[in-house]
């Protein structure tokens, strides 16, 4: 099966641009979906397709992807944006679905 | 507006069965637009698919799990369920139940999520 892989953490000055990656070969075929999980909660869908956003998700956040790599962009980092970032696809062995490990974003 | 929401015992024994119940609020169960899944998180990790269902019962299980994993579908009480054999503390974790939606044969995700159950694996 395939992995996905993202770097463990990250950090960006309130205010700043921070571009989340996730890498995994299952991306040059099947879109990634972003998930934003604060400590406690759930995660919540951000990202989906291409670049659509979820309801309710601020145009701050917004998707790309290229080759095996996919990125979440946030644009003017909130404090409340601090969180853990997973991403997810389908593996491309099957009919499964595979995470990243998750990046945890630290707003400064 | 879809709920999800997660029941089952807190604590199971090891080599004990997980059993897990997702009760689904404002959307059938039998909506052939989607599938219904388990993910879960052990303490301070990421997340980790399980399996997903349809209302028909086609199931798709995690193949590190398969050979441990039951998932069933009760449209007469818009729920679904989740079995897991043999557990150990390996298996001691948040789970979640998610509504998992798909466009194409390209694009998949989950939303909604429910709250999440932690069980814990332990005598």
């Known amino acids: 099966s395939s992995e996905l892989t993202q770097d463990p953490a990250v950090s960006v000055a309130l205010g700043q641009t921070v571009r989340i990656t996730c890498q995994g070969d299952?991306?040059?075929?099947?879109?990634v979906s972003w998930y934003q999980q604060k400590p406690g909660q759930a995660p919540v869908l951000v990202i989906y397709g291409k670049n659509s956003r979820a309801s309710g998700i601020p145009d701050r956040f917004s998707g790309s992807s290229s080759g095996d790599t996919a990125s979440l962009t946030i644009t003017g980092a909130q404090a409340e944006d601090e969180a853990d970032y997973h991403c997810n696809s389908r593996d491309s062995g099957g009919d499964h679905q595979i995470f990243g490990g998750g990046t945890k974003v630290t707003v400064l | 507006q879809v709920h999800l929401q997660e029941s089952g015992p807190g604590l199971v024994k090891p080599s004990g069965t997980l059993s897990l119940t997702c009760s689904v609020s404002?959307?059938?169960?039998?909506?052939?637009?989607?599938?219904w899944a388990w993910i879960r998180q052990p303490p301070g990790k990421g997340l980790e698919w399980i399996g997903s269902i349809y209302y028909s019962g086609t199931t798709y299980y995690n193949l590190s799990l398969k050979s441990r994993v039951t998932m069933s579908v009760d449209t007469s009480k818009n729920h679904f369920s989740l079995e897991m054999t043999s557990v150990t503390a390996a298996d001691t974790a948040v789970y979640y139940c998610?509504?998992?939606?798909?466009?194409?044969?390209?694009?998949?995700?989950?939303?909604?999520w429910g709250q999440g159950t932690l069980v814990t694996v332990s005598s």
């Open positions: 404002g959307d059938s169960i039998e909506n052939p637009n989607f599938y």
């Open positions: 998610a509504r998992r939606h798909s466009s194409g044969a390209w694009i998949f995700w989950f939303d909604p």
């Open positions: 299952s991306l040059r075929r099947y879109s």
